[in-house]
Structures are given as C-alpha cells and as structure tokens.
Nanobody, 114 residues
Framework: QVQLVESGGGLVQPGGSLRLSCAAS????????MAWYRQAPGKQRELVAV??????NYPESVKGRFTISRDTAKNTVYLQMNSVKAEDTAVYYC?????????WGQGTQVTVSS
C-alpha cells in the first residue's frame, strides 16, 4: 500500500510563504492526477490545486498565490504558498489518483497568524 507523507506545514505570518511537500513511500504507476486539498475547522474539504496531463488548475481563492508542482523522479508533489492569508489556515492534504486507486496523505496543519 502506498503511503503519502506531507511535510512543511506550520505557523506563518500573513503575507508570508510556505512550501508543502508530499512524498510517496514508493513509485506509483499510472498516476492520473496529484492534488492538494484543505479543510478548515467546521468546513468541507476543498480542492486548492491539481496537476495532471500537463495542466494545473486552481480555484479563484488561491489562483496567483499558490503553485503546485511535481518531481516524478522523487515521487513528490509540492505546494508553494505565497502571500498567505488568515483564511488559508487549514489542514492541507495531498491526494494522488491512478486508473485503479486513490491515496490520501495524513494532513499537515498550516496556520496563518500574526
């Protein structure tokens, strides 16, 4: 079974930057998409970035501030978060889907506060 391990979360001031990483425990065959989701207290989990088939996509709430990238050789996906806001505070989860399976990480807390 593949495990996804996120890292890089923590406390950051408004306007600051943070880079999240998500590493897979082994190579994953047939990846369709890799993505980052987040869930704030009392809210539903929402998509914040997706990469796959040569494209990336972001919701309006993070477009221009967040960037998703991947390093296939390292089985890792990244989320660069710039100009963060208080409303970006949430637990961030990475997600990988293949033709037959999907995998979630355990989540990493991001807190934006002065």
């Amino acid at each position: 079974q593949v495990q996804l391990v996120e890292s890089g979360g923590g406390l950051v001031q408004p306007g600051g930057s943070l880079r999240l990483s998500c590493a897979a425990s082994r190579s994953i065959f047939g990846i369709k998409t890799m993505a980052w989701y987040r869930q704030a207290p009392g809210k539903q989990r929402e998509l914040v970035a997706v990469i796959g088939s040569g494209m990336t996509n972001y919701p309006e709430s993070v477009k221009g501030r967040f960037t998703i990238s991947r390093d296939t050789a390292k089985n890792t996906v990244y989320l660069q978060m710039n100009s963060v806001k208080a409303e970006d505070t949430a637990v961030y989860y990475c997600y990988v889907s293949t033709l037959e399976n999907s995998f979630w990480g355990q989540g990493t807390q991001v807190t934006v506060s002065s």
